[in-house]
Protein backbone atom coordinates (compact mmCIF):
# COMPACT_ATOMS: atom_id res chain seq x y z
CA UNK A 1 0.00 0.00 0.00
CA UNK A 2 2.47 2.73 1.53
CA UNK A 3 5.29 2.08 -0.99
CA UNK A 4 7.87 4.42 0.01
CA UNK A 5 10.32 4.19 -2.76
CA UNK A 6 7.42 4.63 -4.88
CA UNK A 7 6.01 7.52 -3.75
CA UNK A 8 9.73 9.20 -3.10
CA UNK A 9 9.90 8.55 -7.29
CA UNK A 10 7.01 11.05 -7.33
CA UNK A 11 9.32 14.08 -6.01
CA UNK A 12 12.13 14.46 -8.47
CA UNK A 13 14.07 17.41 -5.90
CA UNK A 14 14.27 14.19 -3.40
CA UNK A 15 16.82 12.52 -5.48
CA UNK A 16 18.95 15.51 -5.81
CA UNK A 17 22.13 16.36 -3.51
CA UNK A 18 23.27 19.35 -1.44
CA UNK A 19 27.20 19.80 -1.20
CA UNK A 20 27.58 16.44 -2.65
CA UNK A 21 25.28 14.81 -0.06
CA UNK A 22 21.89 13.53 -0.78
CA UNK A 23 19.69 15.62 0.15
CA UNK A 24 17.42 14.87 3.58
CA UNK A 25 14.39 17.67 3.39
CA UNK A 26 13.31 17.96 6.83
CA UNK A 27 11.63 21.27 6.40
CA UNK A 28 7.86 20.13 5.59
CA UNK A 29 6.61 22.36 7.95
CA UNK A 30 8.05 25.48 6.45
CA UNK A 31 6.60 23.69 2.68
CA UNK A 32 6.17 20.56 1.23
CA UNK A 33 8.10 19.39 -2.24
CA UNK A 34 5.92 18.86 -5.03
CA UNK A 35 4.83 15.53 -6.62
CA UNK A 36 5.47 15.13 -10.15
CA UNK A 37 1.90 15.00 -10.59
CA UNK A 38 0.88 18.63 -8.84
CA UNK A 39 4.09 20.10 -11.01
CA UNK A 40 2.73 18.18 -14.16
CA UNK A 41 -0.88 19.23 -13.85
CA UNK A 42 0.43 23.45 -13.85
CA UNK A 43 2.53 22.97 -16.78
CA UNK A 44 -0.46 21.45 -19.06
CA UNK A 45 -2.41 24.04 -17.83
CA UNK A 46 -0.60 26.91 -18.85
CA UNK A 47 0.56 24.73 -22.65
CA UNK A 48 -3.17 24.06 -23.01
CA UNK A 49 -5.49 25.04 -21.13
CA UNK A 50 -5.31 28.78 -20.22
CA UNK A 51 -7.42 31.09 -20.15
CA UNK A 52 -9.20 34.09 -17.52
CA UNK A 53 -12.24 32.01 -15.81
CA UNK A 54 -15.72 32.88 -15.18
CA UNK A 55 -15.49 35.80 -18.05
CA UNK A 56 -15.18 34.06 -21.05
CA UNK A 57 -17.10 32.81 -23.91
CA UNK A 58 -14.94 31.02 -25.28
CA UNK A 59 -13.69 27.56 -25.30
CA UNK A 60 -10.55 27.87 -23.14
CA UNK A 61 -12.07 30.16 -20.67
CA UNK A 62 -14.68 27.72 -19.90
CA UNK A 63 -12.66 24.68 -20.29
CA UNK A 64 -10.12 26.81 -17.40
CA UNK A 65 -13.53 27.90 -15.50
CA UNK A 66 -14.39 23.95 -15.41
CA UNK A 67 -10.86 22.96 -13.76
CA UNK A 68 -11.12 26.01 -11.46
CA UNK A 69 -14.38 25.00 -10.13
CA UNK A 70 -14.01 21.70 -10.26
CA UNK A 71 -10.49 22.08 -8.03
CA UNK A 72 -12.94 24.09 -5.39
CA UNK A 73 -15.42 20.70 -5.60
CA UNK A 74 -12.20 18.23 -5.24
CA UNK A 75 -11.55 20.95 -2.18
CA UNK A 76 -15.10 20.49 -0.01
CA UNK A 77 -15.21 16.91 -0.62
CA UNK A 78 -11.41 16.65 0.96
CA UNK A 79 -12.83 18.69 4.06
CA UNK A 80 -16.10 17.49 4.04
CA UNK A 81 -17.72 20.83 3.80
CA UNK A 82 -21.60 20.78 3.07
CA UNK A 83 -21.57 22.64 0.10
CA UNK A 84 -18.57 24.85 -2.71
CA UNK A 85 -20.00 27.77 -1.20
CA UNK A 86 -17.93 27.35 1.96
CA UNK A 87 -14.64 27.27 -0.39
CA UNK A 88 -13.01 30.71 -0.54
CA UNK A 89 -9.66 30.12 -2.13
CA UNK A 90 -6.89 33.00 -1.04
CA UNK A 91 -3.47 33.04 -1.39
CA UNK A 92 -2.92 30.81 2.06
CA UNK A 93 -3.16 30.59 5.84
CA UNK A 94 -2.19 33.75 6.26
CA UNK A 95 -4.31 35.50 3.59
CA UNK A 96 -7.55 33.71 5.13
CA UNK A 97 -6.65 34.82 8.45
CA UNK A 98 -6.48 38.00 7.89
CA UNK A 99 -8.99 38.21 5.65
CA UNK A 100 -11.18 36.39 8.24
CA UNK A 101 -10.00 39.16 11.31
CA UNK A 102 -10.95 41.87 8.81
CA UNK A 103 -14.31 41.01 7.72
CA UNK A 104 -15.28 39.77 11.25
CA UNK A 105 -14.09 41.92 13.57
CA UNK A 106 -15.56 45.18 11.18
CA UNK A 107 -19.36 43.54 11.47
CA UNK A 108 -19.16 41.57 13.73
CA UNK A 109 -17.09 42.81 16.64
CA UNK A 110 -17.50 45.87 19.03
CA UNK A 111 -14.56 47.63 20.69
CA UNK A 112 -13.96 45.93 24.25
CA UNK A 113 -15.20 42.60 22.20
CA UNK A 114 -12.31 39.59 22.86
CA UNK A 115 -11.04 37.08 20.40
CA UNK A 116 -9.49 34.28 22.00
CA UNK A 117 -6.01 32.62 21.17
CA UNK A 118 -3.66 30.64 22.43
CA UNK A 119 0.24 30.86 23.55
CA UNK A 120 1.41 28.42 20.64
CA UNK A 121 -0.07 30.35 17.57
CA UNK A 122 2.23 31.63 14.57
CA UNK A 123 1.84 35.28 13.98
CA UNK A 124 -0.67 34.92 11.40
CA UNK A 125 -2.53 33.93 13.81
CA UNK A 126 -1.40 36.97 16.31
CA UNK A 127 -1.12 39.81 14.68
CA UNK A 128 -4.19 39.92 12.13
CA UNK A 129 -5.93 40.35 15.72
CA UNK A 130 -3.56 42.79 16.67
CA UNK A 131 -3.85 45.01 13.81
CA UNK A 132 -7.66 44.70 14.34
CA UNK A 133 -7.24 45.88 18.07
CA UNK A 134 -5.22 48.77 17.10
CA UNK A 135 -7.99 50.30 14.26
CA UNK A 136 -11.53 48.73 16.57
CA UNK A 137 -10.23 48.19 19.92
CA UNK A 138 -10.89 44.73 20.28
CA UNK A 139 -9.02 42.62 23.12
CA UNK A 140 -6.89 39.33 22.67
CA UNK A 141 -7.20 36.39 25.03
CA UNK A 142 -4.63 34.04 25.54
CA UNK A 143 -5.14 30.25 26.48
CA UNK A 144 -1.84 29.23 28.33
CA UNK A 145 -0.10 25.57 28.29
CA UNK A 146 1.84 23.59 30.83
CA UNK A 147 5.63 22.90 30.16
CA UNK A 148 4.88 19.65 27.72
CA UNK A 149 2.68 21.87 25.87
CA UNK A 150 -0.75 20.69 26.56
CA UNK A 151 -3.05 23.71 26.60
CA UNK A 152 -4.80 24.30 29.89
CA UNK A 153 -8.35 23.34 29.06
CA UNK A 154 -9.92 24.72 32.33
CA UNK A 155 -7.97 27.54 31.89
CA UNK A 156 -9.35 27.90 28.25
CA UNK A 157 -13.07 27.94 30.09
CA UNK A 158 -12.63 30.59 32.08
CA UNK A 159 -11.24 32.87 29.72
CA UNK A 160 -15.05 33.22 27.85
CA UNK A 161 -16.39 36.15 29.05
CA UNK A 162 -20.04 38.04 27.27
CA UNK A 163 -17.09 39.49 25.50
CA UNK A 164 -15.60 37.02 23.86
CA UNK A 165 -16.87 36.82 19.81
CA UNK A 166 -14.54 34.62 18.91
CA UNK A 167 -11.86 31.68 19.31
CA UNK A 168 -8.73 31.18 16.83
CA UNK A 169 -6.37 28.13 17.47
CA UNK A 170 -3.83 26.31 15.58
CA UNK A 171 -4.85 22.57 15.12
CA UNK A 172 -1.43 21.66 15.33
CA UNK A 173 1.81 23.35 16.39
CA UNK A 174 4.36 24.71 14.02
CA UNK A 175 6.88 24.39 16.81
CA UNK A 176 5.57 21.62 19.21
CA UNK A 177 3.92 19.73 17.25
CA UNK A 178 0.89 19.49 19.65
CA UNK A 179 -1.99 18.02 18.65
CA UNK A 180 -5.11 20.36 19.99
CA UNK A 181 -7.97 19.12 21.31
CA UNK A 182 -9.92 21.29 18.82
CA UNK A 183 -13.36 19.12 18.67
CA UNK A 184 -13.51 19.55 22.19
CA UNK A 185 -12.35 23.35 22.58
CA UNK A 186 -14.85 23.99 19.87
CA UNK A 187 -17.49 22.25 21.99
CA UNK A 188 -16.59 24.16 24.31
CA UNK A 189 -16.75 27.55 22.33
CA UNK A 190 -20.50 26.85 20.96
CA UNK A 191 -21.72 26.37 24.49
CA UNK A 192 -20.70 29.79 25.15
CA UNK A 193 -22.38 30.80 21.83
CA UNK A 194 -18.91 31.93 20.13
CA UNK A 195 -17.71 30.45 16.75
CA UNK A 196 -14.27 29.05 16.18
CA UNK A 197 -11.74 29.15 13.67
CA UNK A 198 -8.99 26.67 13.44
CA UNK A 199 -5.69 27.23 11.45
CA UNK A 200 -5.05 24.04 10.09
CA UNK A 201 -1.76 25.07 8.40
CA UNK A 202 -0.22 22.09 10.06
CA UNK A 203 -2.85 19.56 10.26
CA UNK A 204 -4.80 19.18 7.01
CA UNK A 205 -1.04 17.66 5.33
CA UNK A 206 -1.09 14.79 8.02
CA UNK A 207 -4.63 13.82 8.71
CA UNK A 208 -7.63 13.52 7.92
CA UNK A 209 -10.09 16.56 8.96
CA UNK A 210 -13.68 16.66 8.58
CA UNK A 211 -14.96 20.14 9.39
CA UNK A 212 -18.26 18.87 9.68
CA UNK A 213 -17.43 16.13 12.30
CA UNK A 214 -15.21 19.15 13.98
CA UNK A 215 -18.26 21.22 13.55
CA UNK A 216 -15.47 24.20 12.75
CA UNK A 217 -17.11 27.42 11.82
CA UNK A 218 -13.84 28.43 9.62
CA UNK A 219 -10.89 26.09 8.73
CA UNK A 220 -7.65 27.28 7.03
CA UNK A 221 -4.88 26.33 5.18
CA UNK A 222 -2.09 26.58 2.99
CA UNK A 223 -1.78 24.83 -0.33
CA UNK A 224 2.09 24.48 -0.15
CA UNK A 225 2.49 22.50 2.77
CA UNK A 226 -0.18 19.85 1.47
CA UNK A 227 2.63 19.33 -1.57
CA UNK A 228 0.58 21.67 -3.68
CA UNK A 229 1.78 25.13 -4.98
CA UNK A 230 2.25 28.22 -3.42
CA UNK A 231 0.21 30.98 -3.37
CA UNK A 232 -2.79 29.36 -2.88
CA UNK A 233 -5.23 28.53 0.03
CA UNK A 234 -8.68 27.74 1.51
CA UNK A 235 -10.94 29.60 3.92
CA UNK A 236 -13.68 27.20 4.87
CA UNK A 237 -16.45 28.83 6.12
CA UNK A 238 -20.06 27.93 7.65
CA UNK A 239 -22.26 29.21 5.02
CA UNK A 240 -24.38 31.31 7.56
CA UNK A 241 -21.20 32.40 9.18
CA UNK A 242 -19.57 33.68 5.13
CA UNK A 243 -23.35 35.24 4.33
CA UNK A 244 -22.95 37.73 7.40
CA UNK A 245 -19.43 38.82 6.47
CA UNK A 246 -19.10 42.31 4.33
CA UNK A 247 -16.51 41.22 1.51
CA UNK A 248 -12.82 41.63 1.96
CA UNK A 249 -11.49 43.25 -1.13
CA UNK A 250 -13.25 45.07 -3.88
CA UNK A 251 -12.55 44.61 -7.58
CA UNK A 252 -14.01 42.12 -10.51
CA UNK A 253 -15.29 38.84 -9.75
CA UNK A 254 -16.81 40.32 -6.15
CA UNK A 255 -20.04 42.17 -7.98
CA UNK A 256 -23.40 41.70 -8.69
CA UNK A 257 -23.80 44.73 -10.71
CA UNK A 258 -21.53 48.10 -9.83
CA UNK A 259 -22.83 51.46 -10.57
CA UNK A 260 -21.89 54.94 -9.06
CA UNK A 261 -24.72 54.98 -6.79
CA UNK A 262 -25.20 51.69 -6.06
CA UNK A 263 -22.95 48.36 -6.23
CA UNK A 264 -23.95 44.51 -5.16
CA UNK A 265 -21.87 41.63 -4.26
CA UNK A 266 -21.78 38.52 -5.95
CA UNK A 267 -23.01 35.74 -4.36
CA UNK A 268 -20.65 33.08 -1.86
CA UNK A 269 -18.00 31.88 -2.65
CA UNK A 270 -16.99 35.15 -5.01
CA UNK A 271 -18.34 37.50 -2.41
CA UNK A 272 -14.78 37.07 -1.32
CA UNK A 273 -12.64 36.58 -4.37
CA UNK A 274 -11.80 39.78 -5.95
CA UNK A 275 -10.01 39.92 -8.83
CA UNK A 276 -8.21 37.22 -11.08
CA UNK A 277 -7.67 34.26 -9.07
CA UNK A 278 -4.54 32.32 -9.09
CA UNK A 279 -7.05 28.97 -11.41
CA UNK A 280 -3.62 27.48 -12.25
CA UNK A 281 -2.69 27.41 -8.48
CA UNK A 282 -5.82 25.76 -7.72
CA UNK A 283 -5.77 23.17 -10.25
CA UNK A 284 -2.56 21.96 -8.44
CA UNK A 285 -3.67 22.31 -5.03
CA UNK A 286 -6.51 19.43 -6.20
CA UNK A 287 -3.97 17.35 -7.59
CA UNK A 288 -2.35 17.37 -4.53
CA UNK A 289 -5.11 16.32 -2.40
CA UNK A 290 -5.85 14.22 -5.28
CA UNK A 291 -2.19 12.88 -4.71
CA UNK A 292 -2.36 12.38 -0.84
CA UNK A 293 -6.16 11.06 -1.26
CA UNK A 294 -5.07 8.37 -3.14
CA UNK A 295 -2.24 7.14 -0.41
CA UNK A 296 -5.06 7.91 2.00
CA UNK A 297 -4.72 10.49 5.20
CA UNK A 298 -4.66 7.50 7.55
CA UNK A 299 -1.86 5.90 6.19
CA UNK A 300 -0.17 8.89 5.76
CA UNK A 301 -1.13 9.73 9.81
CA UNK A 302 -0.24 5.87 10.56
CA UNK A 303 3.17 6.23 8.46
CA UNK A 304 3.91 9.84 9.85
CA UNK A 305 3.45 8.44 13.25
CA UNK A 306 5.53 5.62 13.54
CA UNK A 307 8.41 7.64 12.35
CA UNK A 308 7.96 10.52 14.25
CA UNK A 309 8.11 7.96 17.21
CA UNK A 310 10.74 7.09 15.95
CA UNK A 311 12.68 10.26 15.55
CA UNK A 312 11.56 11.26 19.14
CA UNK A 313 13.39 7.32 20.64
CA UNK A 314 16.69 8.24 18.12
CA UNK A 315 17.21 12.03 19.45
CA UNK A 316 16.24 11.22 23.38
CA UNK A 317 19.62 8.90 22.73
CA UNK A 318 21.60 12.28 22.13
CA UNK A 319 23.34 13.24 25.30
CA UNK A 320 22.57 17.20 26.14
CA UNK A 321 19.32 16.66 23.64
CA UNK A 322 16.46 19.16 24.94
CA UNK A 323 12.81 18.54 23.23
CA UNK A 324 10.45 21.30 23.52
CA UNK A 325 6.96 19.31 23.07
CA UNK A 326 6.21 16.62 25.07
CA UNK A 327 2.20 16.73 24.60
CA UNK A 328 0.28 13.39 24.42
CA UNK A 329 -1.32 14.08 21.22
CA UNK A 330 1.47 15.30 18.87
CA UNK A 331 2.41 15.21 15.04
CA UNK A 332 5.54 14.79 12.71
CA UNK A 333 7.12 18.14 14.31
CA UNK A 334 10.11 18.24 16.41
CA UNK A 335 11.58 21.43 18.11
CA UNK A 336 14.54 20.35 20.21
CA UNK A 337 18.65 22.12 21.34
CA UNK A 338 21.34 20.57 22.12
CA UNK A 339 23.58 21.38 25.29
CA UNK A 340 24.59 24.87 24.44
CA UNK A 341 24.93 24.66 20.67
CA UNK A 342 22.80 27.89 19.32
CA UNK A 343 20.06 26.69 16.78
CA UNK A 344 21.60 28.21 14.10
CA UNK A 345 24.80 27.29 14.25
CA UNK A 346 23.32 23.50 14.54
CA UNK A 347 21.20 24.64 11.50
CA UNK A 348 24.01 25.69 9.47
CA UNK A 349 26.48 22.51 9.98
CA UNK A 350 23.56 20.35 9.50
CA UNK A 351 23.19 21.85 6.14
CA UNK A 352 26.79 21.19 4.69
CA UNK A 353 25.87 17.51 5.55
CA UNK A 354 22.88 18.48 2.95
CA UNK A 355 20.35 18.03 6.03
CA UNK A 356 17.31 20.30 5.90
CA UNK A 357 16.46 21.89 9.11
CA UNK A 358 14.56 25.36 10.27
CA UNK A 359 16.35 27.29 13.07
CA UNK A 360 14.82 30.23 14.88
CA UNK A 361 11.91 31.46 16.31
CA UNK A 362 9.35 29.78 13.77
CA UNK A 363 7.00 33.07 13.59
CA UNK A 364 5.94 32.19 17.47
CA UNK A 365 8.10 34.80 19.50
CA UNK A 366 5.66 34.44 22.01
CA UNK A 367 5.48 30.82 22.19
CA UNK A 368 9.65 31.43 22.48
CA UNK A 369 9.01 33.62 25.23
CA UNK A 370 7.15 31.10 27.30
CA UNK A 371 9.41 28.41 26.94
CA UNK A 372 12.28 31.06 27.83
CA UNK A 373 14.25 30.39 24.60
CA UNK A 374 15.17 32.45 22.11
CA UNK A 375 14.62 29.34 19.45
CA UNK A 376 15.24 26.30 18.18
CA UNK A 377 15.79 23.53 15.89
CA UNK A 378 12.79 21.70 14.26
CA UNK A 379 12.96 18.82 12.20
CA UNK A 380 9.14 18.29 10.31
CA UNK A 381 7.93 15.29 8.43
CA UNK A 382 6.76 14.69 5.51
CA UNK A 383 5.08 11.62 3.86
CA UNK A 384 8.12 10.86 1.83
CA UNK A 385 10.77 11.25 4.65
CA UNK A 386 12.39 8.12 5.63
CA UNK A 387 13.96 6.01 8.92
CA UNK A 388 17.32 6.37 7.53
CA UNK A 389 17.10 9.99 7.05
CA UNK A 390 16.34 10.37 10.62
CA UNK A 391 19.18 8.43 10.95
CA UNK A 392 21.28 10.77 8.84
CA UNK A 393 19.82 13.65 11.24
CA UNK A 394 20.52 11.99 14.44
CA UNK A 395 24.10 10.92 13.39
CA UNK A 396 24.70 14.86 11.78
CA UNK A 397 23.54 16.18 15.51
CA UNK A 398 25.88 13.39 17.02
CA UNK A 399 28.64 15.29 14.33
CA UNK A 400 28.19 18.45 15.13
CA UNK A 401 27.89 17.81 19.14
CA UNK A 402 31.24 16.29 18.96
CA UNK A 403 32.99 19.74 16.91
CA UNK A 404 31.61 21.93 20.24
N1 LIG B 1 -0.14 28.86 10.80
C1 LIG B 1 0.71 27.87 11.07
C2 LIG B 1 0.44 26.96 12.23
C3 LIG B 1 1.82 27.69 10.26
O1 LIG B 1 2.69 26.71 10.51
C4 LIG B 1 2.05 28.57 9.16
C5 LIG B 1 3.25 28.44 8.26
N2 LIG B 1 4.47 28.25 8.93
C6 LIG B 1 1.11 29.58 8.94
C7 LIG B 1 0.04 29.68 9.76
C8 LIG B 1 1.26 30.54 7.80
O2 LIG B 1 1.11 29.89 6.59
P1 LIG B 1 1.39 30.64 5.21
O3 LIG B 1 2.74 31.28 5.35
O4 LIG B 1 1.36 29.57 4.19
O5 LIG B 1 0.31 31.65 5.03
Not at 29 to 45: D, F, L, S, W, Y
Not at 300 to 319: C, D, G, S, V
Request: hydrophobic share 40%.
Amino acid sequence: MYDIQQIRADFPILGRTVYGKPLVYLDNGATTQKPRQVVEAITNEYYNTNANVHRGVHFLSQQATELHEASRETVRKFINARSTAEIVFTRGTTESINLLAATFCQSQMQEGDEVIVSTMEHHSNIVPWQLQAMQRGIRLRVISMDDAGNLLTDEYERLFSPRTKLVSIAHVSNVLGTVNPVRQMIATAHAHGVPVLVDGAQSIPHMPVDVQELDADFYVFSGHKVYGPTGVGVLYGKEAWLDKLPPYQGGGEMIQHVSFERTTFNELPFKFEAGTPDYIGTTGLARALDYVSALGMDNIAAYEHELTEYALQRLEEIPGMRIFGQAKERGGVISFLVGHIHHFDMGTLLDRLGIAVRTGHHCAQPLMTRLGIEGTVRASFGLYNTREEVDALVAGIERVSKMF
